[in-house]
């Protein structure tokens, strides 16, 4: 496709549960990070991915929160033993070459809730 | 504390008003970015400034970088019901990832 794909676009779970969320990059793009926006607390940085190496992950709210990269392509973040506080939209970007000037493209996000 | 500080939080105005909104800072930018996010999507950038007093028009919109490049603002002329929706300012510090202020939620009504 033409643009970032992620998926599924919704998932409710149950707290406690584990659950994974996919994103797929524009091609070509080297960079990708993770975003999740709530009402609260706007939208956050969570980690950025420059090939399948996560050089910064500073944003990971907790240890229950990682994520992965396979073939400089594809990418999964995965929340183990959901709280119903994880339940925001968690929204993928992919970058060109992932410098300060290289624009930033968005998917349209996975809306997690947990109950 | 919030590095980046949006106002208004929302906005609610008729077709054909006029509108600012404002994105400030203490911190000091080498760039600064808009974007606008529609209900279901990703955000999707608008506009980035770099220079200090700089002003870029985008056919109704005209955003202006201030002249010490610690704030912007995003004035929208005749606005229509398709200028609705969430309007981000973001600036990238560590050179990777963006940090975005909590937007100014745009209503248009015909």
């Known amino acids: 496709g033409a643009g970032v794909s992620q998926s599924p676009s919704n998932k409710v779970t149950e707290k406690g549960k584990d659950v994974e969320l996919r994103c797929d990059p524009i091609s070509g793009h080297t960079a990708l990070y993770w975003y999740r926006q709530s009402l609260g607390q706007g939208l956050e940085f969570l980690i950025y991915?420059?090939?399948?190496?996560?050089?910064?992950k500073s944003g990971l709210p907790s240890d229950r929160f990682s994520a992965e990269r396979t073939g400089g392509s594809v990418s999964t973040l995965t929340i183990q033993r959901t709280q119903q506080e994880d339940s925001a939209v968690y929204l993928c970007?992919?970058?060109?070459?992932?410098?300060?000037?290289?624009?930033?493209?968005f998917g349209p996000g996975t809306r997690l809730t947990v109950l | 504390t919030q590095l980046l500080e949006q106002s208004p939080q929302f906005l609610s105005i008729q077709e054909g008003e006029n509108l600012t909104v404002y994105c400030n800072s203490s911190s000091v930018f080498s760039s600064l970015q808009w974007y606008r996010q529609e209900p279901g999507e990703g955000p999707v950038l608008l506009v980035t400034v770099v220079t200090g007093g700089e002003v870029k028009k985008l056919k109704r919109l005209t955003f202006q970088f201030g002249d010490a490049r610690k704030d912007s603002s995003l004035h929208i002329t005749a606005a229509q019901p398709g200028d609705t929706g969430l309007y981000l300012c973001?600036?990238?510090?560590?050179?990777?990832?963006?940090?975005f202020g909590k937007g100014t939620t745009l209503s248009v009504s015909s």
């Open positions: 970007a992919s970058s060109f070459t992932g410098g300060p000037g290289d624009t930033q493209y």
């Open positions: 991915f420059q090939g399948n190496s996560a050089p910064d």
């Open positions: 973001a600036v990238n510090q560590a050179g990777t990832a963006l940090i």
